[in-house]
C-alpha cells in the first residue's frame, strides 16, 4: 500500500467518527478492515496506530482549525471537508516523515476526489493559515 493509498484508507477511517461515538468507533474500525482486500498485517498495523494517533491529537487539531476558520465553528465545516482538513493538520504539525508542502498538496487531491468543487480551494486556505 503507497502513501496515497494509506492516506485514502485514513480519510474514510477518520470520516466514519462524524458518525459512531467512541465506544463504536473501535468495531467500525475492525468492519472497515474487514472490507478491505487482502491487506497485509503491516498495513493495518500502519493505519491502526496513525488512526489512533490522530484520534489522540483530535482535540487539539480541531483547536488549530478553528482557530484560522473566522466565523466557522467545527460543526459548521462539511464533514468531508473537516476529515480532509484533520488528517493534513496532523501531518503537518505531528508527522515528521510528511513534509508540510507534501501534506498540503495531497489534501488538495483528497479534496479533489471526496470533496465538493470548493473543497480543494477551502482547505488549501485553511491548511496555509495553519502553517
Not at 4 to 13: A, D, K, N, V
Not at 35 to 44: A, F, H, M
Not at 87 to 116: C, S
Not at 122 to 129: Q, S, W
Amino acid at each position: 500500500m503507497n502513501r496515497r493509498e494509506s492516506r485514502e484508507h485514513l480519510f474514510r477511517m477518520l470520516f466514519r467518527k462524524e458518525f459512531h461515538d467512541s465506544t463504536e468507533l473501535n468495531e467500525q474500525i475492525k468492519l472497515y478492515f474487514d472490507l478491505l482486500e487482502e491487506p497485509s498485517e503491516k498495513d493495518l498495523s500502519y493505519l491502526k496506530v496513525k488512526f489512533d494517533m490522530i484520534i489522540e491529537r483530535l482535540g487539539d487539531i480541531d483547536a488549530m482549525i478553528e482557530q484560522v476558520t473566522e466565523g466557522w465553528k467545527i460543526n459548521r465545516i462539511g464533514k468531508v471537508d473537516l476529515t480532509i482538513l484533520r488528517l493534513a493538520v496532523y501531518e503537518m504539525k505531528y508527522d515528521d516523515d510528511v513534509p508540510t508542502k507534501v501534506a498540503i498538496n495531497e489534501a488538495v487531491e483528497i479534496a479533489k476526489i471526496f470533496g465538493e468543487d470548493n473543497s480543494p480551494g477551502f482547505i488549501n486556505g485553511v491548511l496555509a493559515k495553519i502553517v
